[in-house]
């Protein structure tokens, strides 16, 4: 089964209180899975990027997913996903080594930069988990 699947991960502060937002639906757009969740106080953008991916494949994994189309609209994560970039950060080559062990599990994963403006549902996600946890902890 193919999937397109939309992910974001942001953090206000960078590092700072962050948060990850999934999409996943079928070819013909129809919605089967959302995921919004916050990661904690002092993560990076790029550790959230990933942690979305992350999260991302072992939902598919569930849904029984064979053929992923990732969707994001960081340019880095997706270079360093494509093997373009070099992974250098040590936090961040874990998550990587994290993503490609995942990926084994799937027939073919590709994974394509998208403009912002084309990425807002899962980067809504995002910024919904984020609201919660800091207005939660305010209190």
């Known amino acids: 089964m193919k999937f397109v699947i939309y992910t974001d991960g942001g953090a206000r502060g960078n590092p700072g209180p962050a948060g990850i937002g999934v999409v ?45 189309e990732f969707r994001m609209d960081s340019e880095l994560a997706v270079r360093q996903l494509n093997h373009v970039y070099k992974v ?10 994290q993503v490609k062990n995942l990926q084994t ?11 912002r403006a084309q990425n807002t549902a899962a980067d809504k996600l995002v910024n919904e988990a984020i609201d919660r946890n800091i207005s939660s902890s305010s209190h």
């Open 24 to 68: 996943i639906q079928t070819v013909d757009k129809k919605v089967l899975k959302k995921i919004d969740k916050y990661l904690g106080a002092d993560k990076t953008n790029n550790q959230a990027e990933y942690t979305a991916v992350i999260e991302a494949l072992q939902a598919a994994r569930e849904l029984g997913g064979t053929h992923l």
């Open 88 to 97: 250098k950060n040590k936090d961040l080559q874990e998550l990587f080594i």
């Open 105 to 115: 599990e799937f027939s073919h994963v590709t994974f394509t930069h998208i403009p």
